[in-house]
Structure formats: structure tokens, C-alpha cells
């Protein structure tokens, strides 16, 4: 087996591994609602090569010809817990069903983090579903910067905001209070750099308060996705105008301590970090 950068030539092998046993099959707006742009060839064409242009780390894990593997990471300057860091943050990690537990995640993870002190990252971070935690911790992922809960939050109140266009550079040294599905970089990344038309893109954008936000569509549910750099306290002009838009209920990462009526959690974020210097 053997680990090297992707490159466009490869997006007929990672869409292959990551459909691998599942029965995928209708639209690419469908296919796209059950998994992202890994189902189909055509989206994530696009998604790859919006990386590559970001100069993203995008890898493979090859064994006698075939992709059983791949690895996705973003670098950054971001806030951490209020410090500024640079970060390499894992976002796409998968392994072909049949070849897992044979130390192919493993692999990918130590390629990464070569590539990430190779480029002067401080810190390599990762949110990881719940079952995943152990394998990132015996990997020295022992740090929690982030703990947050998933939730619906009902639109409406006050819609004061202006509509602006959002550069990174602008919001990189703000903490994203609400929203963090990801790193803030991902998260920004996806909704101003990797959008696909028709299918995953960012309604809106612009200033709340002291606060920048982006409203993206949500495929396959309704609803809207919302994120906020800044303060969480310029969360509700940004749902009133959620609500002016026409749309009953945000999704979002908030605080764990944070409650508002009407409220829905449906699920956690905990970010991990590995400290590189």
C-alpha cells in the first residue's frame, strides 16, 4: 500500500470508495442528499478541484491499483479557543469497508500530519462522530477545544442586516459562535469556495451586528443552515432574516449552555486537536 496526494485522475476511484455497497442511483441532486459530493463523479470532480486550487491536502491510499482510502485537510490561521493558530483540520476521512482495521485510517492520519508540520501547522483537529473518538485519541488527539450541541432553532425577530459578499480575510479572526460543523476555514471554504450550482450553495451573506454571517441551503431538508463569525449575540437578526427568506427553522452548532425557546438539539460536536509543536 502506498500514500500519495490525489489528483483529478482519481475522482472515478474515490467516488468507488465511498459508495462502495451502497445502492446509489437518481439525480446528481439525489445522490448528492444521501452523501455529499463523493456519490457521483460529477460533483466531486468539482469538490476536488476546488481543493486542489485551494491548495488543500487531498490524499489517497492505493493497495495494488485500487483507492482503499482517502483524506481530506484544510489548513488555516483561525482563533482556538480565542488563540490564533495554524491548523491543519481533518475533514473527509474514509476507508474502503472491506480494508478497515488493517491500519489504512492510521496511515492516511501520520501522512497528514507530516504534510501539516511540513507546512508549520501548530495543531491538527479534527470533529469525529462519537464511535470514531478512540481512534483519533490513541493517535494522540487528546486535546477538546470545541464541545458544542447540533440544533434547530425557529426563525423570526428582528431582521436588520446588511447583504455583503464574505472574504476570508475578513472574518478569519473572529471566533464562528455559531455553526461549527467544522473548522471555521471548512465551514467558510464551503460556502464561498466549493459550491455546487442547484445543489449545495449559500443563499445569503453579510453583517449582523459586529458579526458576519452565511445562510446555506440544506439538500434534501427544509430549513436553512446558519453561520455566524463573531458573537453569538447577533444570532437573531440573522434568523429574523432566516425568517424574511421564508424559512421556519435554522440548523446550526451552538453552545452547549446556551438554550432559547423552541429550541431542538439533535446531536453534539466535539472538536480534537494534536498538538504539532
Known amino acids: 500500500m502506498r500514500i500519495r496526494f490525489a489528483t483529478l485522475d482519481d475522482v472515478g476511484g474515490i467516488v468507488g470508495l465511498h459508495t462502495a455497497g451502497e445502492e446509489v442511483s437518481g439525480s446528481l441532486y439525489e ?8 456519490m457521483a463523479v460529477e460533483t466531486l470532480a468539482i469538490h476536488l478541484n476546488n481543493l486542489l486550487l485551494d491548495d488543500q491536502l487531498v490524499a489517497v491510499a492505493e493497495l495494488e491499483g485500487r483507492i482503499v482510502g482517502e483524506i481530506e485537510v484544510l489548513f488555516s490561521e483561525e482563533p482556538v479557543n480565542g488563540e490564533i493558530r495554524r491548523i491543519g483540520h481533518v475533514d ?28 508549520g501547522a501548530e495543531m491538527l483537529t479534527v470533529q469525529p ?15 477538546r477545544v470545541f464541545s458544542g450541541k447540533v440544533a434547530w432553532v425557529p426563525t423570526g425577530g428582528e431582521g436588520s442586516v446588511k447583504r455583503m459578499n464574505l472574504e476570508w480575510e475578513a472574518i478569519k479572526g473572529l471566533e464562528l459562535a455559531a455553526g461549527r460543523f467544522q473548522s471555521s476555514y471548512s465551514v467558510w471554504f464551503s460556502a464561498f469556495r466549493d459550491e455546487i450550482a442547484g445543489i449545495h450553495y449559500t443563499i445569503e451573506s453579510g453583517r449582523a451586528g459586529n ?6 441551503n440544506l439538500p434534501g431538508r427544509d430549513g436553512v443552515a446558519l453561520f455566524l463569525w463573531g458573537r453569538v449575540e447577533d444570532l437573531r437578526p440573522v434568523l429574523g ?21 423552541g429550541m431542538r438539539t ?4 466535539e472538536m480534537l486537536a494534536k498538538e504539532l509543536t
Open 266 to 269: 439533535v446531536g453534539k460536536i
Open 129 to 143: 462522530e462519537k464511535e470514531a473518538e478512540p481512534f483519533y485519541e490513541k493517535l494522540g488527539f487528546g486535546k
Open 241 to 261: 432574516r432566516a425568517k424574511l427568506l421564508g424559512f421556519e427553522r435554522a440548523l446550526t452548532v451552538l453552545p452547549e449552555n446556551m438554550e432559547s425557546a
Open 211 to 216: 458579526s458576519f454571517y452565511a445562510l446555506r
Open 92 to 119: 473527509v476521512i474514509e476507508v474502503h469497508s472491506e480494508y478497515r482495521r488493517k491500519g489504512i485510517g492510521r496511515a492516511l492520519v501520520e501522512f497528514a500530519e507530516d504534510v501539516a508540520r511540513e507546512r
Open 31 to 38: 445522490r448528492y442528499v444521501q452523501g455529499g459530493p463523493w
